[in-house]
């Protein structure tokens, strides 16, 4: 199937949308953990997790247009923090859970079944149950004209990971934990490792 | 391990940089295809690919800050266009081996064995061997300014997909043809599918 922008434009939208989500491919799937100025806890899937820098250590998120309540993102900016966590590809049901509609005063957590786990010195909830769980400080919101999505960026506070997870040489085995690995909107997955290679040299 | 900041920051800095590349998680693997205004092609791997919209359909790429050569971003804003490509599981060592640094005058195309094609009206090269090819035209270049880094925003402008790829309502069956998942700078995976689920309700 070979289709242009033209005819992309004239697929009927739920297709459409199904379409171009799962074309960019398989992604982290993250559970990001907030809380609202009122204290009301927030578990939101996200699948835009994003490598910005190593050191010092950030990452980004998308958000998408604020033409609907985004509790998430407001939760980011009105508390300055956040928490990323990765859940085993078991708890795939749950995860996807949380991207329904609740109202602004429900709890995913409740909800959903996860269970908010709190750090000294931290007011953002972590989802007990996640394999990996990532403190974030919020530090900018980069608008994305074109289209009114953001790039949430944020620097990484702490890391809370099982030993064993970590590698001699720093390399997170997030196969061995069987992490949630999602495609567009609906899929999800885990991964077989095909190999690790050496520095690649001209 | 439960690590903070601070500690992040005192790491050895080979080990550093894979723990917190590899701590990003599972992302598409993709072969970005470009042309220098000289004429030579480029053929680059990126882990960083970013579904920002639907309609208009946008793809974003992050681009690592200038301070060393950047080709395959230099040639998309020389020329407005490049190529996103999806290969095979099985060739992950010819992927990994675009990210050798080779001088701007020489293609990776014919470094590493993949076979420049071209469609009709497009400057830009796809890898031919790729299952799924993407035509891009770059839209904006938004600064990440807390690290010089910046995200390469563009529109897709041609799809070319094997039919039997894509579901009937719409979703790219990226398991079936076996597509390459990278995880870090030097890991690479292929999924296996736990599932898809309906359109999660409150």
Known sequence: ???????????EKRYR??????LAGFRQAVLVGTRSKQGVTNLAIFNSLIHLGAHPAFFGLISRPDSVPR???????????????????????QAHQTSARYDEGISEFDQVGFTPLYLP?????????AVV????????????????????????????????????????NLT???????????????????????????
């Open 17 to 22: 949308t199904t379409f171009i989500n799962s």
């Open 133 to 172: 769980k990532i403190a974030m400080k919020f530090e900018e919101n980069i608008p994305v004209k074109i289209n009114g999505t953001s790039l949430i960026v944020g620097s990484i506070t702490q890391v809370d990971i099982p030993d064993e997870l970590v590698l001699d040489d720093g390399f997170v």
């Open 71 to 93: 509790h998430t993102l407001q939760n980011i900016i009105d508390t300055g923090v956040y928490t990323l966590n990765f859940i085993k590809a078991d708890q795939y049901k």
């Open 176 to 202: 061995a934990a069987d992490v949630l690995i999602s495609q567009g909107l609906d899929a999800y997955f885990t991964a077989n490792e095909k190999g690790r290679l050496p520095y690649a040299k001209p």
């Open 1 to 11: 199937m070979r289709i242009n922008k033209e005819e992309i434009e004239q697929l």
């Open 121 to 129: 010195g931290f007011s953002a909830p972590f989802a007990e149950e």
